[in-house]
Structure formats: C-alpha cells, structure tokens
C-alpha cells in the first residue's frame, strides 16, 4: 500500500512538472529590452553638464538636486589669450546666474565654484515624507501604464517614460541652459543633458536601458545609490527611458516548492516501503 502511495505521489509531481513546463512554453515571453550592465564611471569630454538627479538612497531617503557645469580647460583649449580670458568670465557669469536662480526658487546650495555649482532642491528622509510632501492620501489612485512580461523564474515589469529634460521652455533646466548656451564656445546643442535615476537596488532587481550604470558611496557616510545615467542633447531631449523591475514569479516558486516536496514525500515512503519488505 506504501508503495502504491509514494508511486503515485511521484507521477503526480512529474505530472505538474510537465504540466507546467508546456505552460511555460506557450505562454511565457522574454522581455524585449536590453538592458545596461554595470560599470565604472567613465570620464568623457563635454562643453557643459546640465544634471538632474533623482536618487534613492540606500538608508530609504530621497533627494532631488540639480547641477550645473562648465568644462572650462575644453572651451578655451585652442583659442587666443583674450577669448580665454572672455570665456572664462563668460562661465563664471553664467555659473553665477545659474546659481542666482536656484537660490530665488528657494534651492539649497550644496557646492559653488567659479565653473560649478550644485543645489538641493528636496531631501525626504523616507517614502513616507515624500508622500506626504506631495499631497498623497493612501487613498490615491494611478492606473499604471507599465507592461509585464511572464518569465519562469522572473517576471520583468517594463514602464517608459520621458524626463525633466522634455521641456523646452518655462523650467529651471530651461533657465540654467539659456546661460550656458551664452557662453561663447558653447553653440546650442553642446550642452550634455544629464538625467540620473538613483535607486537603492541592483540591476538584478531594477534595471534600464541607461547609458551607464554604476554605485555612488559617499565614503564617510557609507550612503550610497546605483545610478541609472541617461544622456540627452537639445536634439534628443524628448528621448524615452525605459526601466526593468525584477520580480519573482510566485507560480513557479510555489510549484517548484509542491513539487519537491511531493518528490520527497514520495521518495521517504518507497524507501520505507521497500524496507518493510526485506
């Protein structure tokens, strides 16, 4: 009779199994978006960086900032003694009215340099405080453009989106990229539209289709973010980014988890089985 019992438990695990994998088969589909490994920050020449950040950070906290630069040794590499003189002025004048503006909107200056500066436009220290800020019930309801591709082990929920950059007029980006386009040396287009997404997890949890992705850790503090960087120009600031969130699929965990367990339970039975039998 135990036999018979772990015998038929078995058939009945391999009958999922096989159950399940044509399933699979029919229905499960790759995601089609290839996604960016992670590297090492890689250093390349720009006239100027206009950069928005929107950063996660691993203790739960969040920041929005902006940051504004000019590489000053590139615009006036090759140009006579008095038109290096005049750029040079010319990027501390826009630094200075970028700097200027963030301060009249409130902005908290972190960094102010001749050819630099940075500026904290809001900290929350976790989701909740963010909710808040933005005037979120709970109640709050937003239906998600986002596709799901089923997979065996992982499902892969895809949104797209476009960033701050989109504007053309009428923001802060919009503002600072007036006074860097300004600069003689610096012709409209030239300016490296930075847009980072900051996020507390992996590649293996979230990914994208960024142009670089790499971990930033503040050293002393230990708070650190993976930064999903996407690179836009005037030309192609409407540019769509697209994010990859890694989930379980609970079907194929929970079958795996039945499956063994009834291989097992199979197994444990005929062995006691055929030691009666002796």
């Known amino acids: 009779m135990s036999k018979k019992i772990g015998i038929t438990l078995i058939v009945i695990a391999l009958v999922?199994?096989?159950?399940?994998?044509?399933?699979?088969?029919?229905?499960?589909?790759?995601?089609?978006?290839?996604?960016?490994?992670?590297?090492?920050?890689?250093?390349k020449e720009y006239k100027a960086e206009l950069i928005y950040n929107s950063l996660m950070y691993n203790t739960g906290a969040y920041e929005y900032s902006v940051q504004a630069y000019v590489n000053i040794d590139h615009i006036t590499k090759d140009v006579t003694l008095a038109e290096r003189a005049a750029r040079k002025q010319q990027s501390?004048?826009?630094?200075?009215?970028?700097?200027?503006?963030?301060?009249?909107?409130?902005y908290k200056i972190e960094k102010d340099e001749d050819y630099f500066v940075s500026a904290t436009i809001a900290y929350y220290e976790s989701y909740d405080e963010l909710a808040l800020a933005n005037g979120?019930?709970?109640?709050?309801?937003?239906?998600?453009?986002?596709?799901s591709y089923k997979g065996l082990l992982f499902n892969d929920v895809?949104?797209?989106?476009?960033?701050?950059?989109?504007?053309?007029?009428?923001?802060?980006?919009?503002?600072?990229?007036a006074y860097l386009n300004e600069i003689d040396g610096i012709a409209e287009g030239d300016?490296?539209?930075?847009?980072?997404?900051?996020?507390?997890?992996?590649?293996?949890?979230?990914?994208?289709?960024?142009?670089q992705i790499y971990k930033l850790t503040d050293?002393?503090?230990?708070?650190?973010?993976?930064?999903?960087?996407?690179?836009?120009?005037?030309?192609?600031?409407?540019?769509?980014?697209?994010?990859?969130?890694?989930?379980?699929?609970?079907?194929?965990?929970?079958?795996?988890?039945?499956?063994?367990?009834?291989?097992?339970?199979?197994?444990?039975?005929?062995?006691?089985?055929?030691?009666?039998?002796?």
């Not at 999922?16 to 290839?34: M, N, R, S």
């Not at 609970?250 to 062995?271: C, D, K, N, P, Q």
Request: charged content about 25%; glycine content about 6%; some cysteine.
């Open 16 to 43: 999922v199994c096989i159950a399940y994998t044509i399933v699979c088969v029919t229905t499960f589909e790759d995601c089609p978006v290839e996604t960016t490994k992670p590297s090492a920050v890689v250093e």
């Open 92 to 106: 501390k004048n826009a630094i200075s009215s970028i700097k200027a503006d963030f301060e009249k909107r409130g």
């Open 136 to 147: 979120e019930t709970g109640y709050d309801y937003q239906k998600s453009t986002a596709k």
């Open 158 to 177: 895809v949104s797209e989106r476009t960033t701050v950059f989109e504007e053309r007029e009428g923001t802060v980006l919009n503002v600072a990229e």
């Open 191 to 211: 300016v490296s539209l930075v847009f980072n997404y900051g996020t507390m997890y992996k590649t293996t949890t979230i990914a994208s289709d960024a142009d």
């Open 219 to 278: 050293e002393e503090t230990g708070i650190s973010t993976n930064i999903h960087e996407f690179r836009m120009t005037d030309g192609n600031r409407a540019r769509v980014i697209t994010l990859v969130q890694h989930t379980p699929n609970s079907y194929t965990w929970y079958l795996s988890v039945l499956v063994v367990s009834l291989l097992l339970a199979g197994i444990i039975i005929l062995a006691k089985g055929a030691k009666r039998s002796k």
